[in-house]
């Protein structure tokens, strides 16, 4: 059995992943939130549900304990306070696996002109974002993180990945996608350990996302 937990369980792209997750039969999921009773809909009696805060590394530190895989889906511009609090939580705890949902363009790596139209909407938000993602790389944890762009209720789950390093393709990230892979990591922890990984949707590509045209 592998014992998973969730940060930030109630943002849209965790419950995409929880929905998915919850059909592993080998999966004990643990639900991290300020609000438990946002996911009174989606829990299950099989699920434990925390009342925390992750800007508390004390209440992390107490839920990550006998976690094997630690899922970051958090947002806001504290990220980097709050994915640092889980990062060290993780390490006190002894979890070894983690899984960070941040953000493209954080590394200036979308197309132009979709990089400078994005920056413009958003890069308020990218040195946050940046510092989040070099904490969870130099971290001592077996790490993957996930950095898709504008995200979309689109069932589609087809995926283009690039690396860090390479220029990103497309626009848009559908949540579901976004849930598939990660839950497909939970299945298979051992892979992308080391990666940095843009994650979209093919077909996408353009100057800004379809939604903004």
């Known amino acids: 059995m592998k014992n998973v937990i969730v940060i930030g369980a109630n943002g849209r792209t965790a419950r995409e992943a929880i929905i998915r997750l919850a059909r592993q039969g080998d999966v004990a999921l643990t639900l991290f939130l300020r609000r438990p009773e946002r996911v009174a809909d989606l829990a299950t009696e099989d699920m434990t549900v925390i009342a925390g805060d992750a800007h508390n590394r004390e209440a992390l530190r107490a839920a990550l304990a006998g976690q094997d895989i630690v899922i970051v889906a958090l947002g806001g511009t504290d990220l980097d306070e709050t994915t640092a609090n889980t990062v060290r939580a993780a390490e006190d705890a002894g979890a070894r696996r983690i899984i960070a949902v941040n953000a493209g363009g954080i590394y200036d790596e979308l197309p132009e002109p979709f990089n400078t139209w994005d920056a413009a909407q958003v890069g308020f938000t990218r040195p946050a974002n940046r510092r989040a993602a070099d904490v969870v790389e130099q971290s001592s944890l ?72």
Request: glycine share 12%.
């Open 142 to 213: 077996d790490s993957t993180i996930l950095r898709p762009v504008w995200l979309t209720d689109d069932d589609a789950t087809d995926i283009e990945l690039t690396r860090r390093g390479e220029t990103y393709r497309g626009t848009e990230t559908s949540r579901a996608s976004l849930g598939e892979f990660i839950a497909g990591l939970v299945a298979h922890p051992e892979s992308h350990i080391g990666e940095n990984l843009g994650i979209s949707r093919p077909g996408t590509d353009g100057d800004r996302p379809a939604a903004y045209r």
